[in-house]
Nanobody, 127 residues
Framework: QVQLVESGGGLVQPGGSLKLSCAAS????????IGWFRQAPGKEREGVSC???????YYEDSVKGRFTISRDNANNMMYLQMNSLKPEDTAVYYC?????????????????????WGQGTQVTVSS
């Protein structure tokens, strides 16, 4: 059974940091394109950062230089390190997997359908 489970969300002050984790089971994470998406209230879900199996990455413009996506293939884990957080980063964050070859950019821009989603974790940036 394929499953993605996020953790690490919470409340943080502006300028603070959080690290999101996503535990994958039922498949070998290292073979596939993975990503982090977010959805703020009243907005559509958007791709934040995605990573191909060869570690080529893509970042949405507003998070470049602040967020870092990574994966631990040996432990079937993926991460999103978020620094210098802003109130506009407030959203539910989802990890995602695409089980065919694609580019990180294509996945994040919604050009391919995500095969699996995690349940989401709330990130709130507020003073």
């Amino acid at each position: 059974q394929v499953q993605l489970v996020e953790s690490g969300g919470g409340l943080v002050q502006p300028g603070g940091s959080l690290k999101l984790s996503c535990a994958a089971s039922g498949f070998i994470l290292g073979y596939y394109t993975i990503g982090w998406f977010r959805q703020a209230p009243g907005k559509e879900r958007e791709g934040v950062s995605c990573s191909q199996s060869d570690s080529i990455t893509y970042y949405e413009d507003s998070v470049k230089g602040r967020f870092t996506i990574s994966r631990d293939n040996a432990n079937n884990m993926m991460y999103l390190q978020m620094n210098s957080l802003k109130p506009e980063d407030t959203a539910v964050y989802y990890c995602a997997l695409y089980r065919r070859r694609t580019t990180a950019q294509a996945m994040c821009l919604g050009r391919v359908p995500v095969d699996y989603w995690g349940q989401g974790t709330q990130v709130t940036v507020s003073s």
